[in-house]
């Protein structure tokens, strides 16, 4: 089959149209095709240009399904969090309510993306070297954040690029709850961490309007509680 040929995106048409996709075409991405699209996200923002990321395709079926394994158990324990009502591991959270959802957690396969997750047509970890990031956050004494902007940037772009190919995706953090096991599964070392898994594939839809909170809902002047950004301002 020849694959199709991508009109080229427009800046604010991408940023604005590049939605999760998690349903492909039973079809593979070609390698050159992937090239391309890391060849432009490598131009991402990233900390002193220090490019401290690493991706590992995952593309034997035995590596596939552990990912896969991985993935569902922290869905599952994501789902069952959900359910009690509890928001699922945040930095300021109820970690007892958290473990009660948890401890009642199913254990089956779900279904859906999640546990169709090792027929992903493209398995890209993504990894951050340690040894890399400028994390100003680091001795705050609360979770720390910084580092990522060194690193997600990276992943957004991927998304941007591979949208422009006529692709779609969608980034997980799902299997950063098993990081342990990822990093023994892909013999990953000890100075890199597990940021997240892209997921990429021709769609077989893709969203046509994405819903947002609107820039004053988020944007205020001067101080957490000031003003409101005026979306009719010039």
Same mark, same amino acid.
């Given at each position: 089959m020849t694959a199709e040929v991508a009109e080229p995106l427009g800046l604010v048409e991408g940023l604005r149209t590049t939605g999760a996709v998690r349903d492909f075409e039973d079809r593979p991405v070609p390698h050159d095709v992937l090239a391309k699209v890391f060849d432009t996200a490598r131009f991402a923002p990233n900390g002193g240009n220090q490019q401290a990321w690493h991706i590992v395709l995952v593309e034997d079926p035995e590596l596939r399904r552990g990912m896969r394994d991985l993935y569902v158990d922290g869905w599952n324990r994501y789902l069952a969090m959900r359910a009690a009502?509890?928001?699922?591991?945040?930095?300021? &959270?109820?970690r007892e309510a958290e473990a009660a959802a948890i401890a009642d957690a199913d254990d089956g396969d779900p279904?859906? #993306?999640? &546990?169709d997750f090792d027929q992903v047509p493209v398995m890209a970890v993504l990894l951050a070297d340690l040894r890399l990031l400028a994390a100003t956050d680091r001795d705050l004494g609360r979770y720390t954040l910084v580092g990522g902007a060194s690193i997600y940037?990276?992943?957004w772009s991927v998304l941007l690029a591979a949208h422009a190919e006529g692709l779609g995706g969608v980034m997980t953090t799902m299997n950063v709850v098993h990081e342990p096991e990822v990093k023994a599964l892909l013999q990953i070392p000890d100075d890199h961490a597990v940021v997240g898994v892209l997921a990429l594939g021709y769609p077989t839809k893709r969203a046509t309007k994405l819903r947002r909170d609107p820039v004053d809902s988020f944007?205020?002047?001067?101080? #957490?509680?000031?003003?409101p950004l005026r979306t009719d301002a010039p």
């Open positions: 009502g509890v928001q699922p591991w945040a930095p300021i &959270g109820d279904g859906g #993306f999640a &546990g940037p990276f992943a944007v205020t002047v001067d101080a #957490f509680a000031g003003t």
